[in-house]
């Protein structure tokens, strides 16, 4: 089976890297990406990938089996100004709302939901000044079918040696709970990772 996975957020591809690396066949219908040259880079990674854009100027997204949606977390960092993910609130963090407004679209039109439902940010929405907002996402997902699991990630703990906390959410339609990994014992340090011969 191929899965037809949409990047909202796109960047340079990390979701479509993963896919690539463990080796699941997968098509990717479309991404969305506001920055050219980010763009470019994710085309020269992964090849020709339709550009939706702007999440927040898209109408209707096409269909899906995966979507992962890693929205700006500067609004939401505890390295930024923590004016928060609120609906309505014009944040870049708040584009949060436009994935919801797309499924829903997608909903009241009496198409498929995506099945599966990848979102990666910063720990600190789970914060106080996030927590809320965060917790009526999760509503949001449940009203349209959604089973959710998130937890917080460390990168260290799985085979990366930095201190990165991420949280990551996984929504289902019909698998149900999402089981995460085990943490495991850190074998490498950075230098194991660094280029000993740099021009």
């Given at each position: 089976?191929?899965?037809?996975?949409?990047?909202?957020?796109?960047?340079?591809?990390?979701?479509a890297s993963a896919m690539e690396r463990l080796g699941i066949p997968h098509e990717r219908v479309a991404v969305a990406e506001i920055n050219e040259r980010v763009y470019r880079v994710y085309e020269a990674l992964h090849g020709p990938t339709p550009n939706?854009?702007?999440?927040?100027?898209?109408?209707?997204?096409?269909?899906?089996?995966?979507?992962?949606y890693s929205s700006p977390c500067q609004d939401i960092s505890i390295a930024g100004h923590q004016r928060g993910l609120a609906e309505g609130?014009?944040?870049?963090?708040?584009?949060?709302?436009?994935?919801g407004r797309l499924l829903k679209d997608m909903r009241d039109n009496g198409r498929k939901?995506?099945?599966?439902?990848?979102?990666?940010?910063?720990d600190?929405?789970?914060?106080?000044?996030?927590?809320?907002?965060?917790?009526?996402?999760?509503?949001?997902l449940d009203s349209l079918?959604?089973?959710?699991?998130?937890?917080?990630?460390?990168a260290k703990d799985h085979g990366i040696p930095q201190n990165?906390?991420?949280?990551?959410?996984?929504?289902?339609?019909?698998?149900?709970?999402?089981?995460?990994?085990?943490?495991r014992p850190l074998e490498y340090v950075l230098k194991d990772f660094l280029d000993k011969d740099v021009d």
């Open positions: 089976m191929t899965i037809r996975m949409i990047e909202l957020f796109a960047g340079i591809g990390a979701q939706l854009g702007d999440v927040t100027k898209i109408e209707h997204l096409p269909d899906c089996d995966l979507l992962t609130s014009g944040t870049r963090s708040a584009t949060l709302w436009d994935v939901l995506p099945e599966v439902l990848l979102m990666e940010n910063v600190s929405i789970l914060h106080k000044h996030a927590l809320k907002d965060f917790k009526q996402w999760v509503r949001l079918g959604y089973t959710n699991s998130y937890q917080v990630i460390n990165r906390k991420r949280l990551f959410m996984v929504s289902t339609q019909t698998y149900g709970k999402f089981v995460f990994p085990q943490a």
